[in-house]
């Protein structure tokens, strides 16, 4: 067995054991046995420091073995990366400084609490210990771009009375303040999302994994291939079914596109799909789990902190929206595989695995799904969730998943579980530097100055924003900047809370869409040996269906009133799939026959019609949406049979 085999084992029983005792110690305070929470979240931190501190450690060593395909958060190539040592030197120091310093702050932590913000010169230094450890952990789990931000936050709090500009200068600081702020008083910075990580996403996220281990994802697939099989380009339908129902639990676009991608891209490909379309197509099913309930990216959670409202009313308040995004990109596929004649899916369907793995996931995920109704808390949903998976996967007959998947499903759990909890702990400074300085007040001030005087634009610019914020960021991350930027300027302008909230949520997480970054698109080119900038145009024709969507919530809200539906909302989805179809008919140039290069300008003169029909509400660009659709609809069904010459026929 070489070194590296033998240190990998030693560092996955660590990792392991303290995975367990903090999932038990979660467990116990779910059902009020931890009071007081200024140990309790310091508790959570220092087993997540350790935790990250151990997997940046067991990631070289997978490097070095060169076993797994390894791809990080921003769809880089792990197995690439040089100065290995400079690196293991670092994490090693990661490790070891983090431990420290966050047992030392557990240890004190009533004392910190209390005392804030009067902390002696050795509670300083051991503050400053804690910031630079956890953002050097951040730097080795989310990437330099992520860790710049918030540093320069954490700076811009310590030195922005230094700024000249005085639309942006801040009072001067003590140190000692600001080092209360950043997490030392352990009730903000660091701690401002923990609860969040510990009480909220913590067993739904080893829940998900649980779920990918005893053969959800086989499973979701092989229901793709039941409906692929009755469409024409079927060989997308795992993709949107099984990598949106998958990114849905997950909530992460890459993981996703990495884990699903590999078996439908593939597939795809074989099917006529060309590469580039068949990346798009994964990118795009894999972010629609980003904005569908009932993990939403962990943005729902945050969201729900943010408004002060229960989780699942934030979640089924997105139900409508991720439901026309899914409905938007079926869309495109559709049109898409009628103009190049794509053929059904032909492999059929496992039946017997779908009978047999299905209660697993429905029951499970159902009493997951009641409780949260009940207003329950997300832990004990969660929690309720894992116990009833890992029971009734032992009824899977010959898909009964082995010890050894049982076992990979939960360290994947405490894996993913460990890394989000370090991202939504590593920005919480970001946030709280937005709220004590009033930056994302000042921020919507200048917004207001330069941007024109109507609703429409001001969105248009509020859209352009989140999208620039968010690029190459986790979703997460991406959300609480354009959130804390750009929500008290919507508000100003008339946008209600909740809508404002996930206006700029869903740009946030288009930006994984959007050259010149985008993650998702990068990631599933890779996997489909596609062109960045192929894959990224493909996408973003699949994407324009579903652009509409946030400023369709904006002017009708009842789209965003699930469960209390009304006939109010009738008309909304209509209209919105009525954009949809003319976008993706102008994209692609088919509907009934390949259409001229003026036809296809026609239809796209009806998506901007039927745009300011819901954004204007006037009745006049109502009627010309209709009109439009229903004269060229009649014209192509009357000259179905002609044949477009070649130069008009391409894309």
């Known amino acids: 067995m070489s070194g590296w085999k033998r240190l990998r084992i030693a560092v996955d029983i660590p990792f392991l054991i303290i995975g367990a005792s ?27 420091c350790l935790m990250t501190g151990l997997l940046a450690i067991r990631n070289l060593c997978d490097e ?48 910190l609490e209390t005392t804030q913000p009067f902390f002696t010169d050795t509670d300083m230094i051991f503050g ?17 771009l992520l860790t710049s931000v ?43 999302l923990a609860q969040v990580a510990a009480d909220a996403i913590y067993f739904l996220i080893i829940y ?34 099984g990598s949106g129902i998958v990114a849905s639990i997950m909530g992460q676009a890459v993981s996703n596109v ?33 904005i569908m309930p009932p993990i939403l990216g ?104 082995t010890k050894k998947a049982l076992y990979e499903a939960v360290e994947e759990g405490f894996y993913l579980v460990a890394v989000l909890s370090l991202l939504l702990i590593a920005i919480g400074p970001l946030g709280q530097v937005m709220l004590t300085t009033n930056l994302s007040g000042r921020l919507g001030s200048v917004l207001v100055q330069y941007l024109p005087d109507s609703q429409l634009l001001l969105l248009i610019g509020a859209m352009c924003v989140s999208l620039v914020l968010g690029m190459g960021l986790p979703t997460p991350v991406a959300y609480i900047i354009v959130a804390l930027a750009l929500v008290p300027f919507m508000q100003q302008i008339g946008v209600p809370p909740l809508q404002a909230h996930f206006f700029v949520f869903y740009f946030a997480v288009f930006s994984t869409l959007t050259p010149p970054v985008a993650v998702s698109v990068l990631a599933a080119g890779k996997l489909a040996n596609a062109t960045f900038l192929g894959t990224a145009a493909d996408a973003m024709k699949i994407a324009a269906t579903t652009f509409i969507i946030p400023f369709a919530f904006v002017y009708s809200p009842a789209l965003m009133s699930f469960p209390n539906l009304t006939w109010a909302v009738v008309p909304a989805i209509l209209e919105v799939m009525a954009i949809q179809l003319t976008v993706s008919v102008a994209a692609y140039g088919y509907l009934m026959r390949v259409l001229h290069r003026w036809e296809r300008w026609v239809f796209f003169v009806a998506a901007l019609c039927g745009f300011f029909a819901m954004t204007l509400g006037d009745i006049y660009w109502h009627a010309s949406l209709i009109g439009i659709v229903i004269v060229m609809t009649g014209w192509l069904y009357t000259t179905r049979t002609r044949k477009v010459a070649a130069p008009e026929a391409a894309e």
């Not at 921003?74 to 047992?103: K, N, Q």
């Open 22 to 48: 903090l999932t038990v110690y979660i467990g116990f305070a779910a059902f009020g046995f931890v009071k007081n929470s200024s140990e309790h979240y310091s508790n959570f931190i220092l087993g997540i």
């Open 64 to 111: 070095k073995l060169g076993g797994k395909n390894m791809m990080s958060e921003t769809g880089e190539d792990m197995h690439t990366r040089p100065y290995f040592w400079p690196r293991f030197a670092f994490a090693l120091t990661a490790f070891v400084m983090s431990a420290i310093a966050m047992a030392y702050v557990r240890y004190n932590a009533v004392h």
């Open 128 to 144: 400053w210990l804690m910031t630079i450890s956890i953002l050097a952990l951040t730097l080795i789990h989310w990437g330099p």
């Open 150 to 192: 918030i540093c320069i936050a954490i700076a811009y709090f310590f030195f922005g009375h230094m700024i000249e500009n005085p639309l942006f200068i801040t009072p001067k600081y003590d140190p000692k303040f600001v080092m209360n702020y950043i997490g030392l008083g352990t009730n903000q910075g660091f701690y401002y």
């Open 208 to 241: 998900a994994a649980i779920l990918l281990g005893v053969g959800m994802l086989k499973m979701v697939l092989e229901v793709g291939k039941v409906t692929g099989s009755r469409m024409s380009g079927g060989a997308a339908g795992p993709a949107l079914i």
């Open 258 to 290: 990495v884990l699903t991608g590999r078996l439908t891209i593939p597939m795809m490909r074989k099917y006529g799909y060309r590469g580039s379309m068949a990346g798009a197509i994964e990118a795009t099913a894999s972010t629609a789990g980003q």
């Open 298 to 401: 962990l943005a729902a959670f945050i969201i729900a902190s943010f408004l002060n409202r229960p989780y699942i009313d934030v979640a089924l308040s997105a139900m409508i929206p991720g439901l026309l995004y899914l409905v938007g990109v079926a869309i495109a596929v559709a049109v898409y595989a009628k103009r190049h004649h794509l053929p059904k899916l032909a492999e059929k369907a496992d039946m017997d695995m779908i009978k047999r793995l299905l209660p697993t996931f429905v029951i499970s995920f159902g009493v997951v799904l009641w409780l949260l109704l009940g207003y329950r808390s997300p832990a004990i949903a969660g929690l309720w969730g894992i116990i009833l998976a890992l029971a009734l996967c032992f009824f899977q007959g010959k898909y009964r998943p």
